[in-house]
């Protein structure tokens, strides 16, 4: 089975960007509908974005549409979640999460059936 490996969190400041990374072990990525979601802290975890297996078909929370770019290079196994123009209120734990090969993807986070161990992204203002 897959396993959703996320990388490229840290500290930036209000207004900048940073490019999140997930990468599939065990096996690859090609027929995964992948999906990025957060969490802050005391507060539920949230869908940002997810993209379909071929990369043609994306979809983003009205919170993060503008700002926020899901894509994805099968090639190189890897999903990534670019982040421009970020704010304070982005400041969370973000998971890349996987759906069983073939199922499409979703906003719905109990509908994903492989998730990374998430990576802090800190906005300051």
């Known amino acids: 089975q897959v396993q959703p490996v996320e990388s490229g969190g840290g500290l930036v400041q209000a207004g900048g960007s940073q490019r999140l990374s997930c990468a599939a072990s065990g096996q690859a990525f090609t027929n995964y509908a992948v999906g990025w979601f957060r969490q802050a802290p005391g507060k539920e975890r949230d869908f940002v974005a997810t993209i379909d297996w071929s990369g043609r078909k994306t979809y983003y929370a009205d919170s993060v549409k503008g700002r926020f770019t899901i894509s994805r290079d099968n090639a190189k196994n890897t999903v990534y979640l670019q982040m421009n123009s970020l704010k304070p209120e982005d400041t969370a734990v973000y998971y890349c999460?996987?759906?069983?090969?073939?199922?499409?993807?979703?906003?719905?986070?109990?509908?994903?059936?492989?998730w990374g161990q998430g990576t802090q992204v800190t906005v300051s203002s």
């Open positions: 999460a996987a759906r069983f090969p073939g199922d499409s993807p979703s906003p719905m986070n109990s509908w994903y059936d492989y």
